[in-house]
C-alpha cells in the first residue's frame, strides 16, 4: 500500500513569491490534515478536511493560506504571498476516519525555505 | 493546549533504558506517540486511551495514567535505530477533535 505522497520535497522561493504543495493521501482515508512543523517543535494543524469539507481551519492564517480537496482525494495548499516566517516544513497526514482512535499517516513533508 | 514532553533531550548508550512523558494540564481521552527521524515523515508507535491500559510493541511499551493525565513512552534496551524526535500528541475529547503535539523528546542512542 502506497503512503501519502507530497510535493515537492523542497521549495525554495523569495518572500512575496507565491507557492504550492500537493498531496495525496492513502487510497480510502477520507480524512486528510495539513500541519506545519517549525524548526524543533512539534506539528501544528492548518486544516483538516473530511472528504472534501474543511472541517477544522481555526489554524490557517485565511490572509495568505488556502487549501482546497476538490474531489475528496488530493489536497493542495498554497501561500500567497509567502513571508520570511513561513519557512518550515509542511506536512500532509491522512486517516481512514477523522476519529481520534484512528492513526494518521504522515507523508515525508515539503521543506519551504522563504529568501 | 499543548501537552508538555519531559525530557526535551537525552543520550543513551546501546541497551540503555530510557523514559518519556507526556504530560497535559486538561482532561484527555487519548495520546498518540510518533517518531520521527531527521528529514522523514513522522511514523506511527501507538495510541493509549483514557483507562490508563499499557501498550506494548517489541521493547517499546507506553502507559497512560488519567489521573495524573499523563503517558509515559518506555525505551527498554535500546537500539541505534530508536534515535529520533518522540511526539506525543494529544487528544481532549472521544470523537472528531484534533490532535495537539507535543515539541518533542529528542533522543539519541550511541555505541
Not at chain 1, 525554495?12 to 480524512?31: D, L, R, Y
Not at chain 1, 480537496?69 to 516544513?89: F, N, W, Y
Not at chain 2, 508538555?4 to 518519556?20: H, K, N
Request: charged letters at 20%; proline letters at 5%; glycine letters at 8%.
Amino acid at each position: 500500500e502506497a503512503g501519502v505522497v507530497q510535493s515537492p520535497r523542497y521549495k525554495i522561493i523569495e518572500k512575496k513569491q507565491p507557492v504550492a504543495f500537493w498531496c495525496n493521501p492513502i487510497s480510502g482515508h477520507n480524512t486528510l490534515y495539513w500541519y506545519r512543523q517549525n524548526l524543533g517543535q512539534g506539528p501544528e494543524l492548518l486544516i483538516r478536511y473530511e472528504n472534501e469539507e474543511a472541517v477544522d481551519d481555526s489554524q490557517l492564517p485565511k490572509d495568505r493560506f488556502s487549501a482546497e480537496r476538490l474531489k475528496g482525494v488530493d489536497s493542495t495548499l498554497k501561500i500567497q504571498p509567502a513571508e520570511l516566517g513561513d519557512s518550515a516544513v509542511y506536512l500532509c497526514a491522512s486517516s481512514r476516519t477523522g476519529a481520534g482512535t484512528d492513526t494518521q499517516y504522515f507523508g515525508p513533508g515539503t521543506r519551504l525555505t522563504v529568501l | 493546549q499543548q501537552p508538555v514532553q519531559s525530557p526535551q533531550a537525552v543520550i543513551l548508550r546501546e541497551g540503555e533504558d530510557a523514559v518519556i512523558n507526556c504530560s497535559s494540564s486538561k482532561a484527555l481521552y487519548s495520546v498518540h506517540w510518533y517518531r520521527q527521524k531527521h528529514g522523514e515523515a513522522p511514523v506511527f508507535l501507538m495510541i493509549l486511551l483514557k483507562g490508563g491500559e499499557q501498550k506494548g510493541h517489541e521493547k517499546i511499551s507506553a502507559s497512560f495514567n488519567e489521573k495524573k493525565q499523563q503517558s509515559s513512552l518506555y525505551l527498554t534496551a535500546s537500539q541505534l535505530s530508536y534515535s529520533g524526535t518522540y511526539f506525543c500528541g494529544t487528544e481532549k475529547y472521544e470523537g472528531n477533535t484534533p490532535l495537539v503535539f507535543g515539541k518533542g523528546t529528542r533522543l539519541s542512542v550511541i555505541a
